[in-house]
């Protein structure tokens, strides 16, 4: 039935639309012409009560003939500040923003979803919602806002997907239980007392201290968690000093905490700032400190996750399905599937024979496009089987 409703029509409206929004990508909270095109599309196809949640979101209402259940499926609509280099016919006409992340397939699915589902109102039983999210890649994010205005009121589950372009194409990556870590950041500013280089024994050395403070960080993870729990503790910034001679005043870091457990998410703020602590007021200096949570983790309703693995085998057979490892990598998708259960899946989208093998943010990133009318597919499935 799904192969028969996914015709040669809808397989051009997809890469057509992604087409489209790949030439005019948008920042993240800036997706004026994108979600105003979204919206444009969505109300040409009828049965659809379309609306805006927040100023750049848009979310589409399908209700069925009969009573039952009310499914929300989500895709991202913004792109990144990278100046692409790709040089197909479509490439981004935005100098310095391009959809580096596959965020231009995401909202071409399920545009496509959503009009051949409309055509099948008759046969819907419940509600579907089309959730396009804007501002995914930056915190604090569109899936909060859009959760703030009430999209996910009276909702039963919720999917979303991301095309990945290192899985082979035809593949379909699934993950029970914890499938994407918090993202939290932290901010350190050691102070100390800057002087000459010549003379370090006058000065507290803010370059020195802060450079313990790196290696101790590490210890949070090796010597105090579970090795058995998740956990990265990254230093990604460090900046001190503007003269070979000149010992600073001080130094300011940043970096990132990755967690799944929530008592762990507690304690590593409260862990960094005794190791920050110590190391100052040990070598005579101060310390100014920030930590602020992000994302929550993305946990996978182990139900919902197994319906989408029999959807998968159902379409494409045992072969195309993976069990997808969890990653460090953080996604407000969590906004929703803390309101309601959910699942999150991986759509292979890579191509060595085509050449599309560059990772995610990657000037010359790309998708296959023979990806996106089967993530088509999966969508329609998907929903019938969870609505039945």
Known sequence: MVNEVVTEQIKEDVIKWRRYLHQHPELSFQEDETSNFVYDTLCSFGNLAVSRPTRTSVMARLIGRTPGKVLAIRADMDALPIQEENTFEYVSQKPGVMHACGHDGHTAMLLAAAKVLSGMQDTIKGEVRFLFQHAEELFPGGAKEMVEAGVMD????????????????????????????????FEITV???????????????????????VSNIQHIVSRNTDPLENL????TQFIAGTAHNVIPESVYMCGTVRSFDPMIRKTVPQLLERVTRGITEAHGATYEFKYENGYSPVINDDKITAQ???????????????????????????????????????????NPDKGITYEHHHPKFTVDEDALPN??????????KLLA
């Open 154 to 185: 009276g909702v039963d589950m919720v999917l979303g997907a991301h095309l990945l372009s290192t899985m082979e194409i035809g593949k379909y990556g699934i993950t029970y239980g914890a499938m994407m870590a918090a993202p939290d950041t």
């Open 308 to 350: 989408l693995e029999e959807s998968i085998i159902d379409l494409f057979g045992q072969s195309a399905l993976e069990l997808f490892t969890p990653c460090m990598g953080g996604e407000d998708f969590s906004a929703y599937v803390d309101k309601a259960p959910g699942t999150y899946i991986i759509i292979g989208a890579g």
């Open 191 to 213: 102070c100390g007392q800057g002087g000459h280089a010549a003379h370090p024994h006058k000065v507290a050395d803010s370059v020195a201290i802060a450079a313990q403070l």
């Open 232 to 235: 990265v503790v990254s230093v």
């Open 375 to 384: 993530g088509v597919k999966l969508f329609v499935h998907s929903a019938l």
